[in-house]
């Protein structure tokens, strides 16, 4: 174990504080807790799904004094919140341009440090199915994702406003000449909603390109 903290907003600034103009990026593979769901962000079951993601990655963070960290553990932030989009094939039939939040899909997800192997991974949630026991925790699973091309950028505002952001970022995409692969996009947020004005969000919006 080293004395030296991995601060994301330090040593990851490209892929966690871009600007507020769009950017292409080519994004690495990343290990995640991850869970699943659909419906309204605004309603109150979307909290527990996300207290389930804090409690395993705290748990993580925290394992040292547990007695339970690998022998790489290496001091960190935890990572911030992140969500990939999307809406159900009902929703994409009716191709309205009013967004029903009751029919978004999502997988919310925390990064989780390189030295998180997906045994220690599945160790940590059953330690945390009896330390917080919680029905979500079935539902968490750990993966690595890699986004790879992509364009992405800092919003600013709202998340009712993120439209605005997309368009920037396609119009970006479509000048270097690439096409976004689907309507499916990904959020970090970089901002607690609860405790920040809307205008004052900040989370980064990505796509991916081809």
């Known amino acids: 174990m080293t004395n030296t903290k991995h601060e994301w907003r330090k040593h990851?600034?490209?892929?966690?504080?871009?600007?507020?103009?769009?950017?292409?990026?080519?994004?690495?593979?990343?290990?995640?807790?991850?869970?699943e769901g659909q419906g309204n962000p605004n309603d109150d079951f979307f909290a527990e799904y996300i207290g389930v993601l804090y409690a395993?990655?705290?748990?993580?963070?925290?394992?040292?004094?547990?007695?339970?960290?690998?022998?790489?553990?290496?001091?960190?932030t935890v990572?911030?919140?992140?969500?990939?989009?999307?809406?159900?094939?009902?929703?994409?039939?009716?191709?309205?341009?009013?967004?029903d939040k009751n029919s978004l899909v999502f997988k919310l997800m925390i990064r989780q440090p390189d030295f998180v192997s997906a045994a220690f991974a599945s160790r940590i949630i059953e330690q945390t199915k009896r330390t917080k026991p919680h029905e979500l925790l079935a539902k968490v699973t750990f993966e690595t994702i890699q986004d790879g091309e992509c364009v992405q950028m800092m919003h600013l505002g709202s998340?009712?406003?993120?439209?605005?952001?997309?368009?920037?970022?396609e119009d970006y995409a479509r000048n270097l000449g690439l096409v976004r692969g689907s309507k499916t996009h990904r959020e970090i947020y970089l901002s607690d909603a609860r405790k920040v004005s809307s205008e004052k969000l900040k989370t980064v919006l990505r796509f991916m390109v081809n």
């Open 79 to 99: 990572y911030p919140l992140e969500g990939v989009w999307d809406i159900t094939d009902e929703a994409k039939k009716k191709k309205s341009d009013v967004l």
């Open 12 to 35: 990851e600034k490209e892929l966690y504080l871009p600007k507020n103009q769009p950017t292409r990026m080519t994004i690495p593979a990343f290990n995640f807790f991850t869970i």
């Open 159 to 169: 998340y009712d406003d993120e439209p605005e952001s997309f368009h920037k970022m």
């Open 56 to 76: 395993l990655s705290y748990a993580v963070k925290m394992s040292p004094k547990k007695g339970l960290a690998p022998p790489n553990y290496v001091d960190y």
